[in-house]
């Protein structure tokens, strides 16, 4: 029901021009920012929704403005809307005005238009001299439910330590090994490609490689072209439809046998999202943990209080896939077989109400939380002769 998105970049700079002045190359990291000003550790309360992290920004001492926190994205993303707002300045290049090539997670690869951002504060830590893209993000404001102003890729905290504490929902920003963390349970090398993170897990008899992607809310994806490799205890079926920059398509989820391990990390028979994307983990896996990243040593921790295996419970559904409508929530998609399915609801139609309240009133995770604690949902759907009531069972999509 809840809807991802992922990103990485490519792009290459040579002498960049910004009002009137001529910077070299090495002045402008390929994605991190040119200084980082921090004077003491600072801790940042944050937002989670759709599990994933979002924080509150200032760019050049306007805002605020709502972003996510997104590994999986080696640049940082602003809407035009706030990129006209803080007045960003185009990068241009010999008097050529320059654009990224951008590949998002199924391998779709588009052209957006470069800026560079004076200054982008995080509770009182100023990154100053920020290349990022602009890139419209209506989609994810209606999937989330909330408008999403930016996001803030891997490569703008390439000179801190950068700690997404998702039990305690605080990012903490630090020049050195934060203090008062959890124990560390894991200590991974992270290779990085097309400027993001990358580490190493075991999966049944396989080692492989996997993004971690603090952007996208599954657990644990694999790419199709893997599924026969592996042992299944639920079969691939249809599942949810994902959302990638600019685009949404259909996803497949199952449960394997075994376990996920990383670096003694374990999950038993994860839950699995599979696509045309490469493989990754993502906060379904992670949220238990206060995640550190340290790009300079190449290096990701894994820090909880508990020594236990990471839970993968089941898949919850009644069979839709939402985004936000301003009267409510609109179907996107109806997973095949589904409850929904059965009872004809079809894609397009709003969703009025939930359990009796309108559906404005809910969250995206609010309707997960209901849907993951109770039997039944209860929802009035608008129909070209009014509206229908409909009690729609609760589906067990990945037992």
Same mark, same amino acid.
């Given at each position: 029901m809840l809807a991802r998105f992922r990103l990485f970049f490519r792009s290459t700079a040579y002498l960049t021009i910004i009002a009137g002045f001529a910077l070299p190359a090495y002045a402008i990291h390929e994605t991190g920012p040119v200084f980082t000003r921090i004077s003491e550790p600072t801790s940042i309360p944050t937002e989670i929704s759709c599990h994933a992290m979002y924080v509150s920004v200032m760019i050049k001492d306007k805002g605020p403005f709502r972003m996510l926190i997104d590994t999986g994205c080696s640049v940082s993303l602003v809407s035009p809307a706030v990129a006209q707002a803080v007045e960003a300045h185009d990068v241009n290049i010999d008097g050529e005005y320059q654009e990224d090539v951008v590949v998002n997670g199924v391998g779709d690869s588009s052209s957006l238009p470069r800026v560079l951002l004076d200054s982008v504060v995080i509770g009182g830590v100023r990154f100053e001299g920020v290349i990022a893209d602009v890139q419209s993000l209506d989609l994810q404001s209606k999937i989330d439910g909330r408008a999403v102003d930016g996001? &803030?890729?891997?490569?703008l905290f390439a000179d801190v330590y950068c700690a997404l504490d998702f039990p305690?929902?605080?990012l903490i920003l630090s020049a050195d090994w934060p203090k008062d963390l959890p124990p560390v349970r894991a200590a991974l090398t992270v290779t990085e490609?097309? &400027?993001?993170?990358y580490v190493s897990a075991k999966l049944q008899d396989w080692t492989i490689e996997v993004m971690v992607d603090t952007g996208a809310n599954q657990g644990l994806q694999l790419s199709s072209e893997g599924v026969g490799l592996f042992k299944w205890k639920t079969e691939p079926r249809p599942g949810s439809l994902i959302a990638l920059i600019g685009e949404t398509g259909r996803g497949w989820v199952g449960r394997l046998e075994g376990e996920l391990d990383l670096g003694g990390v374990r999950q038993l028979d994860p839950s699995v999202a599979i696509s045309r994307g490469r493989p990754s983990i993502g906060v379904g896996l992670l949220q238990p943990f206060c995640v550190v990243f340290h790009e300079a040593e190449n290096k990701l921790w894994l820090c909880s209080t508990s020594d236990g295996p990471v839970p993968s419970p089941s898949e919850r559904s009644i069979g839709l896939s939402l985004y936000s409508d301003d009267a409510g929530w609109r179907v996107a998609g109806i997973i095949p077989g589904s409850p929904a399915?059965?009872?004809?609801?079809?894609?397009?139609?709003?969703v009025t109400q939930i359990e009796g309240r309108p559906a404005r009133a809910w969250s995206r995770d609010q309707i997960q939380d209901w849907i993951d604690t109770h039997d039944d949902v209860e929802l009035a759907i608008a129909e070209p002769t009014g509206q229908r009531d409909l009690k729609l069972r609760v589906w067990s999509l990945v037992p």
């Open positions: 996001i &803030l890729g891997y490569g305690n929902r605080r490609r097309n &400027l993001v993170p399915e059965k009872a004809h609801v079809n894609t397009g139609q709003l």
